[in-house]
């Protein structure tokens, strides 16, 4: 029987954590306002700043911005943030003008930042 009475209250304890943990990573959940600053590269390649929205969802975030020809994403904007804010994120896309592009890569070349 004592074994069983500890058992709950461990359960419980397990609960109440994860309730806790859920609700600290809930805070970042909705949509988020980005601004994207890249500066001018040594190389002559001009900088710019990008501002675009991206979404949390159950930790998971993505956003896009803008679209090329044939309507795929010029750029999107993937990862995952942690309960305490701290984000592992991808950017990929498809260069537009090559003035903007380190190593002058011409328009439509993949890029993975």
Not at 26 to 43: D, M, N, P, R, Y
Not at 46 to 57: A, P, Q
Not at 85 to 90: K, N, S, V
């Amino acid at each position: 029987m004592k074994r069983r009475a500890t058992q709950p209250a461990w359960a419980g304890a397990l609960l109440v954590l994860a309730t806790i943990q859920s609700t600290h990573a809930a805070s970042f959940e909705g949509t988020w306002s980005v601004l994207q600053v890249c500066e001018t590269t040594s190389e002559g390649a001009r900088g710019y700043t990008w501002r675009y929205d991206v979404t949390i969802t159950n930790g998971h975030l993505i956003g896009h911005r803008g679209t090329i020809q044939g309507g795929q994403s010029q750029f999107t904007l993937e990862g995952t943030v942690q309960s305490g804010g701290r984000a592992a994120l991808t950017g990929t896309g498809i260069s537009e003008t090559s003035d903007y592009n380190l190593g002058f890569a011409q328009r439509g070349t993949p890029n993975l930042l």
